[in-house]
């Protein structure tokens, strides 16, 4: 009679086991469904906001938005101001004379 009540109880109690583990699949798997659905719209939005992206960085619009927003010109030789480091210029200056001078020699 006792190993009957224990078989009882170890039956009851594996079918919890179970009834419990069958609840907890199906809970996945409906969670794991909503972050597909959650990628899958993230996925979109993301290919939208790319497309809207490039759509505004072209080259024109860029050259349109800096003319008419920033009142900016393109560089012109005129307004082109060349500024000189002298630390860095010395250096510049000896190697481009060393290579005039090997030129002058042949």
């Not at 170890?10 to 996945?28: D, I």
């Not at 993230?42 to 024109?60: G, K, N, S, W």
């Amino acid at each position: 009679m006792r190993l009957a009540a224990l078989l009882v109880v170890a039956l009851l109690g594996s079918c919890l086991l179970l009834v419990r583990t069958g609840y907890e699949a199906r809970r996945l798997f409906a969670e794991l469904d909503k972050a597909r659905a959650e990628q899958r719209r993230l996925d979109a939005e993301y290919r939208r906001l790319d497309a809207e992206r490039q759509a505004q960085a072209t080259h024109l619009r860029v050259e349109k938005v800096a003319r008419d927003r920033l009142a900016m010109r393109p560089a012109a030789p005129g307004v082109t101001a060349y500024v000189v480091d002298d630390a860095h210029a010395a250096p510049a200056a000896v190697v481009s004379a060393a290579a005039g001078t090997r030129g002058s020699a042949r």
